[in-house]
Structures are given as C-alpha cells and as structure tokens.
C-alpha cells in the first residue's frame, strides 16, 4: 500500500471517530436554552445600557422569562415594544409612563461667571481642583460627563451647558450617577415645564454669578394652581406628581427664565432674552 | 549634625524663588473689622457649631467643638460679635460654612484653657488632651489632626519623632523664618511631643539651602536632647516618606501610615502651635504665612489670624505692582489656584501666592510620548505616563492596580512633563474614584 493511502485512510478513521464522539456529548451534555429568551431578546432594543439593573439585553431577557423581572422594566422599550413581548410571554403588559433625564440649570457660558480653567475636561475631574471653575457652586460643569455616558446621544453640550434632549432620551438613567453635581433627574416625558436652576442659596447670592437663576419671586407659583409649583426654600420646583401645563410658562413671564418648557429649551427660544 | 542623610530616589529642583521673602521677618498682622472663619479646617469631621448670630465672643472663645476623635475645635481669632454664619469661598473652590466676626477692636482675650509651666512633669494624655482642646491640625498642608497623630494605637511602637523643617515647596519661607526667630519654641513643641509619644530624642530635618535655620537650631538643639540633621535640597524633601526615607531610611508601605514604621513627622509650625497651647495657653488661632510672588509690592511673612481673607492680606503685603495671572493658597507645587479673593487664611494656609502673567502660560494637554521623565522623577516609584493613561480611559481598576493610591500628589510629574499632561488632576481623579468604590463595597 502506498503511505498516501495510509495517511488518508487513518486521518478519516479519527475523523470518523472524533466526530462521533462530538455527536454523543452535544448530545448527552447539551445546554438547554429556553427559546423564548432568544425570542425576547430579539424583541428587546438591544441598546445593552443597563438601565434595568441588569447586564444587558440578554440577561434581562433571561429575568424577564424567569419572570423575576416584567417587560416593563427596560426604560428604552416603548408601550408597544412592551405590550409585543408580554403578548409573546403571555403575560399583561403594565402601563408604564416614559421617563426623560432633565439638567437643572440653564446657565450656559453667556450668563454664569466662569474662571480660566486649563485642566482637564471632565466635570468629575473638574470638581476636584476648582470646584468646576464656575461661580455657581451647583450649576452644571459643561464638559460632559453626562454626555459622554450617554448610550444613545441624548445628551448635547451646548456653551458649556448639558441639555438633554427629550425626544432621544430614553431613561437609562446612566447619566444621573455621573453629574459630581448630582443636577440631573428623572421626570416623567410629559411634563413639560421644569425649573432650570438647583442653586439653594438667596437670589441676590446667586444673581452675582448667574442671569438665569431661580430667585424664587413666586411668579410662576401664583400663575399656577395651588400645589402645581413647589417652594423649597430660595428655589422653586415643579411639583411632578400634579405638573402645571406649559402655558405656565409664557403666563408666568420668568424674569430670570429659569422657568422653562424642555421643548423650547432643546431649540435654543430662550437665548438672548436676556439683556 | 549626624550622619549623611539618604537620598531619596527621584524629585526634581525647581526655581525655589525664596529669596522674596526669606530674609523678610514675621510681621504681626493689624487687627481687621472683619473675620471669617471656616468652619471646617481639619481633614476630620466638621465641628458642631457652638455659637448663633448676635453672640458676642472673645479672642479665644470656642466657637465649635470637635464632633469626634478626629475633629478639632475652633476658637475665635478676636473679640467682637457674630455678624453671621453663612458661606465663603472654600480653598477647592466651592463655597463652605463660615462664621463671620465683626472685630470690636478691644481683642480681649478669654483663654479657654490655663497654662501648664510644668509640662514636663504633667501627665502625657493631659498634654494630649491640650493639644486636641487648642485645635491644632498639621500647619504643613494637610490639616490632619495633631492629636491623632500623637496617639499611635495600641501595638505600635514609636521610636522615632521627627520634626519637618524641610520647606522644600519653592517660594514658602514661614517655616525658615519661625526656625530663626523662634529656635526655643520648636524645640519645645519638639521636646513636649516627644514627651506625649514616650521619647526622650527627636530628629528635625532641615534642607541644607537654609544655613542659618540649622545653625540656629544648632546652637539651642543640645538642651532639649535634639539633634538636627540636614537634607539635601531636592523636591518633595518635606513630604512625609520621603523624610522619613531620607533620615531613618525606612520605607513607609503604601497604604500603611508612618507611624506603621515606628516614625511621627510633626511640621515645625505644628510644633511651636502645640508649645503655644501648652505653655502659654493660646489656641491655634493664629498661623504665619508667606505672602509672596512678582506681583506682590512687598513680599513677606506674616502672623496672620485664622479668617483674614486673602484680599486683606494681600493689602498688608502692600498690594500689587502688576494684574496676577494666578492666585494659590500655598506653594507653586501643591497649592491650589483660587478664583477668589473673598477665600480666607485657614490653619494649614502656608503661603499666598501670585504668579505674574509672564511666568505662567496657558498649555494644552498633547499626548504622551513616552519619554519617562514622570517615571524618573516620581518620589513614589510609580508610573505616572501609564496611570495617567489609564485615568484617561476611565479605567480606575487598571490605575488601582499600577498603585495609583501611593500618589502623594507632590506634582513632580506635571512639572517635568513636556506634554504638559494634567498628571496629578488625573491621580487625584482615580484616588476619588477608587475610594468611591471601595465605600459601595
């Protein structure tokens, strides 16, 4: 015989051989997937940012089937993508309300005092040498660490201020861990008018550093119903669980225009209306 | 002088500029209106506020007690009344509790505690017990509690109390000039610390670049058992390790404390405020600074009270010849840049300081390029190009893991590197972090 035929004959045995034993252990070991964790996954946006407190998609799938977690708990999902999964499972979807991240503060470049800062550019590292270089010591920093760990690009830094864009922002919440000033909160997607300041100080304190601060004048506070705009102390707040409309807003006429509507506040309306 | 000191691998020689003020006395800054004090001028806990608005107080009330073993009271700088208890701005730049005093001009003194002449004889907790009830926290820098640093925990053995007279942050000259004029009461801040921790010697090491402060010391060293030793100048001579290093040749672990190899560093500014509180009985109400810098008219070193704000001392220093480019509170190495003249002189306030605009510039950061001068010149023996690399790419645990923690943020890498890196922010940044995560844990 010649050694070719040798070689090719033995190297098909242990194939053939090898390949058997492959067969029996997939067999005998075989990991048991439950398909429906495939299929949610599938069904789930696939955004992996852990805004649901669990590793990703696929892992919160696995919950979800294991029912130790509901659909409703991915903030990214929208009522249908909900309802698509719970219909899958078999299970009832459950109203949720859409959660948006809003900044409170509006002081951008052009009305809060700022030092030269030349270190480096990162709010977090910022706070740590110079308290953020702005006068205000609760405003927001602008070099964006918040958007920067936002997965989705919702968040835009704008002269030196984070604006959260509403219509991107899914509530993952992953940028209200990162503010060192803790100025980002999650409110629901509806309301639409928010206090954009978060400076407890006196109002003529924060006037000398800031154009757009809240000085708590209670103008929008009378304009509204009782219990819809909230006093804490020097600062006032939309009260979320009754929110005002947005016409409270142009009622109100702001003298700071710390009062807001986000829409308008995302397009820049608010610029220049103070000398 | 014993034996040849060791040199401590690494640091770096920059322009010292001590020749603005070191041949300048202490001057006994005039009585202000006004005072604020801030609260918080420890490391430790804030402490619990003892007075309210309209009160009236004497040069030595306190006005807060400590809120814990590692807490310090705080005394009132003058006699007056409290104007209010509202916010400054803070040394890091973000505003903090402060009493405001509005001076009577009478400084009447009310001391809070009595002298004790016979310290030698009287037991060491009492000493202890002192120094912690006069408030005194380490004048160096860092503010750490002085009393808990004389109480080594049980199991500890101290052998080795030493004094740091190194100075070597370049333009601060208060603690070379409090070595000339008050040679006596270093030595006995020295001896009675010595006393409290159960020693009969103690080491002060000075940088050779201060002749007069050994000879001085020198020549009143043998009554109080003290030997002096000099040190070569070399940046951060004065840094605690690094001193310890260099005088006993122990290496303090990372993580672990001085006192983890039998050694207490005690500044001399600490020193002669511990023989103040003991001997005469005043609390640390008072401090002296460098006041310095080319835009200042008249460099100096003052005895400045707690709660002068920089404004006013800036004023005593005859104001200034041309618009700073910068302001810090302490040297040009670790001091931090202020935006505000309305921040006060606290008890770890070492030295104001005002850089023209032409010797500072505005950099920006540019990439590493490996040339390992951080690495050289690292007193801790870590590796700042790559840590700071790891910072910048948020990875905390790898920086934790090149030992990032052992960063005593002396600052010699920002000043060597010739990328104009922001090294230090970047360590301080990991440090906060890591801490951040260890509290979750």
Redesign the interface.
């Known amino acids: 015989m010649s050694s070719a035929l040798i070689a090719i004959i033995s190297t098909g045995v242990i194939g053939i051989t090898l390949g058997v034993v492959i067969g029996i252990v997939a067999k005998v070991f075989a990991v048991e997937i439950d398909e429906r964790i495939e299929k949610v996954d599938e069904l789930l946006p696939g955004a992996n940012c852990g805004g649901c407190g669990y590793a990703g998609c696929a892992d919160f799938a696995k919950a979800v089937v294991a029912e130790n977690a509901t659909p409703g708990q991915c903030p990214v999902c929208s009522p249908a993508d909900i309802a698509n999964i719970a219909d899958y499972l078999g299970i009832v979807a459950e109203e949720k309300e859409k959660m948006v991240a809003v900044v409170r503060c509006s002081g951008d470049a052009s009305k809060t005092v700022r ?2 800062y ?3 550019r ?1 709010c ?2 910022a ?7 702005k006068g205000c ?1 609760y405003g927001c920093i602008g070099f964006g660490s918040c958007a920067e760990a936002c997965p989705f690009g919702a968040i835009e830094i704008r002269d030196g201020l984070a604006i959260v864009h509403p219509d991107l922002c899914v509530g993952c919440e992953n940028c209200v861990a990162t503010c060192p000033k803790n100025l980002i909160i999650m409110v629901p997607a509806a309301v639409e008018t928010h206090v954009y300041c978060n400076s407890p ?1 006196k109002g003529a304190a924060k006037r000398n550093y800031c154009k757009t601060a809240c000085i708590a004048c209670r103008k929008c506070v009378k304009v509204s119903e009782e219990g819809q705009m909230e006093v804490d102390g020097f600062l006032v707040r939309t009260n979320y669980d009754n929110p005002p409309p947005p016409e409270v807003v142009e009622a109100a006429a702001c003298p700071t225009t710390a009062l807001r509507n986000a829409s308008m506040h995302v397009a820049g309306a608010y610029e220049g209306v103070l000398k | 002088m014993s034996d040849k000191p060791r040199k401590f691998k690494g640091g770096v020689h920059p322009n010292d500029s001590k020749a603005l003020s070191e041949s300048k006395p202490i001057q006994q800054a005039p009585l202000l209106e006004s005072y604020q004090v801030i609260m918080h001028q420890s490391i430790g806990a804030p402490p619990e506020l003892l007075v309210k608005k309209g009160d009236t107080v004497k040069k030595g009330t306190l006005l807060a007690k400590a809120s814990g073993y590692v807490s310090v009271p705080l005394h009132a700088p003058t006699s007056g009344t409290i104007k209010s208890i509202d916010k400054c701005p803070g040394p890091t730049g973000i505003s903090v509790p402060a009493i405001e005093i509005t001076a009577d001009g009478e400084d009447v003194w009310e001391s809070p505690f009595e002298p004790i002449a016979d310290w030698m004889n009287t037991d060491p907790a009492e000493l202890k017990q002192r120094i912690w009830d006069a408030g005194i926290v380490g004048m160096g820098g860092a503010g750490f509690p002085t009393h808990v640093k004389l109480s080594p925990p049980e199991g500890k053995v101290i052998d080795t109390l030493i004094l740091n007279g190194a100075e070597c942050e370049p333009y601060l000259t208060a603690d070379h000039r409090l070595m000339l004029e008050q040679a006596e009461d270093v030595m006995l801040g020295a001896a009675i610390s010595a006393r409290i921790l159960g020693l009969k010697t103690a080491v002060i090491g000075i940088e050779e670049n201060k002749p007069d402060a050994i000879e001085k010391l020198e020549a009143v060293a043998g009554k109080y058992n003290i030997t002096v030793q000099s040190l070569p100048v070399n940046y951060p001579q004065g840094a605690e390790r690094q001193l310890i290093y260099a005088i006993k040749g122990r290496e303090v672990p990372v993580g672990k404390l001085p006192m983890d190899v039998g050694c207490v560093v005690q500044n001399v500014a600490t020193a002669i405020a511990i023989a103040e509180a003991v001997v005469k009985g005043i609390p640390s109400i008072e401090r002296v600074a460098t006041v310095t810098g080319k835009p200042v008219v008249n460099p100096g070193n003052w005895r400045l009270r707690i709660g002068t704000p920089v404004s006013k001392v800036l004023e005593l220093a005859g104001g200034i010849s041309e618009q700073p480019a910068k302001l810090l509170l302490g040297g040009p190495m670790m001091g931090i840049a202020q935006s505000s003249l309305g921040v006060t002189v606290m008890k770890n306030t070492s030295g104001v300081l005002l850089i023209a605009a032409d010797e500072v510039s505005l950099y920006t950061s540019e990439p590493c390029i490996r040339c390992g001068r951080c690495v050289d010149c690292c007193p801790m023996q870590i590796l700042p190009a790559t840590i700071s690399q790891a910072v910048e790419n948020k990875r905390f645990d790898w920086a934790e893991k090149l030992n990032v923690m052992a960063c005593i943020e002396c600052g010699s890498c920002s000043y060597v590197c010739p990328s104009h890196r922001p090294l230090n922010q970047h360590f301080k940044r990991a440090k906060v972090e890591i801490q951040a995560g260890l509290r979750k844990k």
């Open positions: 030092s030269l030349n270190g480096v990162d977090r590292s706070v740590l040498v110079a308290g953020g270089a010591d100080e």
